[in-house]
């Protein structure tokens, strides 16, 4: 399937341009097997890039002008890289505004080019299409024009794009799409940046993801919302703990000794935190002795945690763990990503695929009367030039 899409955005770019594209950058989306809203709170994270990515097709133009269209949407914009770069309100364009100012800030001196690219991962399902696309694109840059630019650093420069945008994210999504690895997950230390990779071998069970084909419009402001909410009570732990300088740092006890001091959000979302760093060491241990079932259980934990503590799912999220709680051949699901919508990330045993799908959509479509997605993964490699 990349390889129509990346024969098409050549192609596209030949076309567009009267010219063969001499730099192909592919760039994925990523899941999560665990840790979700912890990136930001100094937690673990295990995620993994997919076989699902953004092609762009690159090559210089000895101007001072990016001309830059998007394929999949047929608009295109032209902009001076040598200029500041303003918020506007074409989405799109600003993560890629985003990146050429982090460019700016950085120091580096760039010229002209032009890029095509198309996308083949999901857009709303929390497969970070923009991690992607922030990263792809810094990535080309960095190889069109030898910047030297190292890949961890594409990821933070990606993740100030995004900020810049207006989503205050942490760092899984732009690391796991440059670092991913092939059949590996990443455990992210978001405090210190180290990583290792640990096989992504599920044994007997499969991971589907089920997409609710919903995204509510809540997501940036409660995800900035939640944000502040951590800080809140990280701050409330440290002014009567100072030994603790982190969430990791906490035990439960820390949390629930403090309650009357928190709001009930604030608790709520701190105690969510403290557990969920727990499970996510707990969960990388399980993967590596092979204790699926084990891991399946942390999952439905997690769920639990971001509905009724965290609270960043939403009834349609609720309803597809719900399904798969019930289903004797399903060991684990939880939302996936920022929440608000998007997909669950489900464990199905070998065998059962075909039947669970059938069944949930049909529920699910029965339910809410919308039409359920489902995406078939493969972990895969992280941001690349091909060859
Ligand atoms: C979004 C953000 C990530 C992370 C997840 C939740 O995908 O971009 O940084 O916080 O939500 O885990």
């Not at 910047?147 to 994210?169: R, T, Y």
Request: net charge negative; hydrophobic share 40%; glycine share 8%.
């Amino acid at each position: 399937m990349n390889e129509i899409l990346i024969k098409d955005t050549k192609a596209f770019y030949q076309k567009t341009f009267n010219a063969p594209a001499g730099t192909i950058i592919l760039s994925p989306g990523r899941i999560n097997i665990i840790g979700e809203h912890i990136d930001y709170n100094d937690g673990y994270v295990l995620p993994a890039a997919i076989d699902k990515i953004i092609c762009f097709a690159f090559e210089k133009n000895n101007t001072k002008i990016a001309k830059i269209h998007a394929i999949d949407l047929d608009e295109s914009f032209e902009i001076d890289v040598t200029s500041k770069q303003e918020l506007t309100d074409s989405v799109w364009t600003n993560y890629l505004r985003g990146v050429l100012n982090q460019l700016h800030l950085k120091g580096y001196a760039l010229e002209g080019f032009n890029c095509t690219f198309s996308s083949n991962i999901p857009s709303g399902s929390g497969l970070s299409s923009s991690a992607a696309l922030e990263c792809g694109f810094l990535y080309g840059i960095n190889e069109l024009f030898n910047l030297g630019i190292k890949p961890i650093d594409i990821a933070l420069m990606g993740q100030s794009a995004e900020h810049w945008v207006g989503i205050n994210c942490g760092i899984m999504d732009q690391f796991s799409s440059v670092m991913g690895l092939e059949d590996k997950v990443i455990k992210i230390d978001c405090k210190t940046l180290e990583y290792t990779y640990h096989d992504a071998n599920f044994v007997d069970y499969s991971l589907i993801l089920f997409d609710s084909n919903v995204k509510h419009s809540l997501f940036t402001s409660e995800y900035n919302t939640r944000r502040i909410e951590c800080g809140e009570g990280l701050d409330i732990i440290k002014a009567n703990y100072p030994e603790i300088t982190s969430f990791r740092d906490c035990d439960v006890n820390h949390v629930t000794s403090l309650q009357s001091k928190m709001t009930d959000n604030v608790y709520r979302r701190s105690l969510y935190v403290v557990k969920e760093i727990k499970r996510v060491i707990q969960a990388c241990v399980a993967l590596d002795g092979g204790d699926i079932l084990t891991l399946g259980k942390l999952m439905f934990e997690t769920h639990d945690g971001l509905s009724v503590n965290y609270e960043v799912s939403c009834d349609e999220l609720d309803y597809l763990v719900e399904l798969a709680k019930a289903e004797d051949t399903v060991i684990g699901s939880r939302l996936m990503g920022g929440g608000f919508g998007g997909c669950t990330i489900t464990l199905v045993k070998k065998g059962s695929e075909e039947a669970v799908k059938a069944k949930f959509s049909k529920l699910y479509l029965d339910k809410f009367g919308i039409e359920l997605k489902i995406h078939d993964v493969k972990v895969s490699n992280g941001t690349s030039l091909y060859k």
